[in-house]
Each structure stands twice: as C-alpha cells, then as structure tokens.
C-alpha cells in the first residue's frame, strides 16, 4: 500500500482518500468486560472499511464508538481533524454519522418515503414553530428536503414502493429502506452493521451493488460490520480485523486473506 499523504492506493490499485477519522488507542470496558483492548487504525474518506471478526470480538462496542455512542474508557477518536470529547445524544446525531442496525430499526406503520424523510431531521431548520410564523421559507426547505429524498429514492431503485407502509415490505427491501434513510442524512461516514444479515443470495446480491454505486456516486465513506467473508472480501478497500478485543489484521483484503493470524482465529475456522 502507498501512502501519498493525501490518499493511498491500495494493492488492488484502488485509491482513497485522506483520513476522515482515526481511532487512537482505543480501549473499552464494560465494568470486568473488556470488549475493545488498546486497538488504533483509520477510516479514509470514500473509502468502504470492513470490520470483521468471531462472534464476541468487539465489532459492534467498535461501531458505536466510531459513531459517538460509546465513549471509550481509555484512547482517541480524532474526526476531520480535531479530537473527538464526550457528546450529548444531540451533538452525536449532528455528527454526520448514520448507520443502519443489525435489527431493522424503521417505522412499520410509516410509508417508505416518510420514513426515509426522517433521516433528514437533524438537517431541517425549521421546526413547527417556525412554520408557522415564516411559512414561505419553510416550505421551501420543505421542498430542497423531498427532493434530495427522491433522487435517493430513484437511486435505489424502490420508487414503486414509495408510497407503501414498511411492515408491508420484505426483508431484503426493508433493508434498502433503511439504507435510504441512512443516506437521507448526507453522512460523512455511513455505518453499515451487517447489512446482509438474513438475506437470500439475490437480495445480498441486490445490497453489493447498491453499496458499490453508493459509494461511486456519492462519494459516501462506508464502515460495515459483515459476517459474509465473500461480501467483505468483495466489497471493501480495506479490513479491520479483530478477536477477543484485539486487532489482529488491517489492510486490504488479498493482505488479510493471507494473515495467518487472520486464518487462524477467523477465516481457517469459516472457510475448513
Ligand atoms: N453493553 C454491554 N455491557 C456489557 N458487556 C458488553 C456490552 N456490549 C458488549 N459487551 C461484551 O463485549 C464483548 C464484545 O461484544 P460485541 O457485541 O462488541 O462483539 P461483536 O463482535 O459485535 O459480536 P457479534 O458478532 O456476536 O455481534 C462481548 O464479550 C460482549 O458480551
């Protein structure tokens, strides 16, 4: 891998860019647990980073650490530049951090639209009061809102669906939805925690490709937890890898693919 200082190219010739955030040190104890053990790497703008490891390893304590959730008990968050202190649930959510869950976390009474519209609430101004009082200017938002909402919409191609309630939905597009939403919020980081988590082959499939053009088109640096090998192998620029707390990997797939630690305590065990 070479580092240009702005960017790197990765061994498969991929580039990306410069360091968006860098987890330093980074240690987490749950009262006797401790979950994360002293691990520090970084996340490259437009990059897509896996994290992978056993059940157990830290992976998601690692996830919302990274998305401000977890503050760690010992070690450094630095984002764009400055270090990251503790925040109040407010402050996180202004981050430009958004993420998807393991479990589906959507409004299944909602249609899809307005649920996707809800990811862009931290970016709206104008709340009820300001309505009421300015309505011209709120509207107007209202409308930059909607749109940016159904260009994502055609994007990811559920502009049939649009109207539909989400507990009506299946899995697969349910789990679209929710990355839809994710992207509503025009994050500087998307967190994705195992985004294929229960899909059929065709669905992951659908999910690879969307993830891809994702960030193709927008640029959008991605951090996934996945336990399909193929998928983050496939998909990512560079892996984290991490067992019992620790790292044990970091580096492009074909170089954790062949870390014998990497073999040991994750892949040989997958893959016997
Ligand atoms: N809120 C918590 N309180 C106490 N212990 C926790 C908490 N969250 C995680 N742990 C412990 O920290 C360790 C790491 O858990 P974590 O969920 O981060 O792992 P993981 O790699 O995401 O696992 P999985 O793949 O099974 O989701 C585990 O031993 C877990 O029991």
Redesign the pocket.
Known sequence: MKDTGAGITTAEGGSVGPVLMELRNITLR??G?V?IKDISFDIREGEIRAII?P????????LNVISGFYVPTEGEVWFRGEKRGPMKPYQVARLGIARTF?NIALFDGMSVLDNIMTGRLTLMHSGLLSQAMWWGKAAAEEDEHREKVEKIIDFLEIQNIRKTPVGRLPYGLKKRVELARALAAEPKILLLDEPMAGMNVEEKEDMCRFILDVNDEFGTTTVL?E?DMGVVMDLSDRVVV?DY?RKIGDGPPDEVRNNQDVIDAYLGVAHA
Not at 55 to 62: D, I, L, P, Q, V
């Open positions: 749950f009262g647990v979950a490891g059940n157990g390893a830290g992976k998601s304590s690692m393991q937890i336990h991490m707390g």
